[in-house]
Antibody, heavy 123, light 107 residues
Framework: EVQLLESGGGLVQPGGSLRLSCAAS????????MTWVRQIPGRGLESVSV????????YYADSVKGRFTISRDNSRNMVHLQMSSLRVEDTAVYYC????????????????WGQGTLLTVSS | DIHMTQSPSSLSASVGDRVTMTCRAS??????LYWYQQKPGNAPKLLIY???YLESGVPSRFSGSGSGTDFTLTISNLQPDDFATYYC?????????FGGGTKVEIK
């Protein structure tokens, strides 16, 4: 059974930092690009970042570029999102998901999703 | 970035109805168009891939069509389990972008 389990969410002050983690199981993790997608409660979905299967390439939404860093550890089937200089508008549920089948190197769709972890940025 | 527009933003329907919703891309995404269903408190669930192919395990009352910039998701014989929000997503050009969603509510 495929499982993606996010952790690390919580309450942080504006300007602060936090690291989200996602533990994968039930599929060959190292074969897949992985992505973080966020959703402001009651709102739509935004792709935040994607990392290639090998970890050699990463892409970021303009809204987080320079503040967020995605990484992965294929030996431990983990993907991480290091977030710094956090803003109130980063408040959202963050989903970890696989990314596959896109036409170019950082587009893709997801058929495996975690349950999400809530990040709240507030003073 | 490619902008995805879904309409309507919400609709009311009854069990047994046929429901259609649309997704329009700001430029051609060929057939790299995907549909998800999301229920409150849950992650999105993939329903349709490459515009018209049904994901394994998804009931056949769901169908997708379209190519280029205009796409449609149809639910025939709406069931109680289908009341949810539906999102389209393009995977043609990064960053992948989602539509704003269509919420299907009980009439």
């Amino acid at each position: 059974e495929v499982q993606l389990l996010e952790s690390g969410g919580g309450l942080v002050q504006p300007g602060g930092s936090l690291r989200l983690s996602c533990a994968a199981s039930g599929f060959t993790f190292s074969y897949y690009d992985m992505t973080w997608v966020r959703q402001i409660p009651g709102r739509g979905l935004e792709s935040v970042s994607v990392i290639s299967a090998s970890g050699s390439n990463a892409y970021y939404a303009d809204s987080v570029k320079g503040r967020f860093t995605i990484s992965r550890d294929n030996s431990r089937n983990m993907v991480h999102l290091q977030m710094s200089s956090l803003r109130v508008e980063d408040t959202a549920v963050y989903y970890c998901a696989n990314s596959k089948g896109g036409y170019d190197s950082w587009s893709g769709y997801s058929d495996y999703w975690g349950q999400g972890t809530l990040l709240t940025v507030s003073s | 970035d490619i902008h995805m527009t879904q309409s309507p933003s919400s609709l009311s329907a009854s069990v047994g109805d046929r429901v259609t919703m649309t997704c329009r891309a700001s430029q051609s995404v060929r057939n790299y168009l995907y549909w998800y269903q999301q229920k409150p408190g849950n992650a999105p669930k993939l329903l349709i891939y490459v515009a018209s192919y049904l994901e394994s395990g998804v009931p056949s009352r769901f169908s997708g069509s379209g190519s280029g910039t205009d796409f449609t998701l149809t639910i025939s014989n709406l069931q109680p389990d289908d009341f949810a929000t539906y999102y389209c997503q393009q995977a043609y050009s990064g960053p992948p972008t989602f539509g704003g969603g269509t919420k299907v509510e009980i009439k």
